[in-house]
């Protein structure tokens, strides 16, 4: 999508690199075999990716978000979609929060058999929440900062999001 806006297309580059990240993830946690999984190089590296992408991306992208758009949504009496967005922020930090533990495990060499199957099931359930989120955000709020910011804000709310 083209979007007018620096903010939005800021926004919609970070969504287009996690999306990249999650369909990896997918791709090779749907059918990597879990006696193998722990000696697979290129998913160790994947998993370290994935911590690391919920441990700075995520937060930073949400808080963001949460800081300051969402407030300029409900101004402009699109509040429903800013609820509906934060809901889903939440249901995501939860499932990141089960597993950076699991990826710590992963990058000490601590994680066993169980450990792995509960590992697949977060990341699957991680892709599956954030690709759903980021085509919301691409359907509905990035062309609404398109409408709704001014070129002086939208170049400040770009600069700040740059420099976070």
């Given at each position: 999508m083209n979007f007018s806006r620096q903010t939005s297309r800021a926004l919609h580059e970070d969504h287009r690199a996690n999306l990249q990240l999650l369909g990896r993830a997918e791709q090779m946690f749907a059918k990597a075999p879990r006696a193998q999984a722990s000696r697979d190089p290129e998913l160790l590296k994947l998993v370290a990716a994935l911590a690391q992408h919920l441990q700075q991306d995520v937060d930073r992208h949400f808080g963001f978000e949460e800081r300051e758009l969402f407030s300029r949504l409900r101004e402009a009496g699109d509040g429903g979609i800013a609820m509906l967005l934060s809901e889903e922020h939440e249901a995501i930090r939860a499932v990141a929060e089960e597993l950076a533990p699991l990826a710590g495990g992963v990058a000490s060499g601590s994680l066993d058999g169980a450990g792995w199957d509960t590992l697949k099931?977060?990341?699957?359930?991680?892709?599956?929440?954030?690709?759903?989120?980021?085509?919301?955000?691409?359907?509905?709020?990035?062309?609404?900062?398109?409408?709704?910011?001014?070129?002086?804000?939208?170049?400040?709310?770009?600069?700040?999001?740059a420099a976070s």
């Open positions: 099931a977060c990341v699957l359930e991680l892709v599956e929440r954030q690709v759903s989120h980021i085509q919301k955000e691409e359907m509905a709020l990035l062309p609404m900062l398109d409408d709704l910011l001014d070129d002086e804000t939208d170049r400040q709310l770009a600069f700040d999001y």
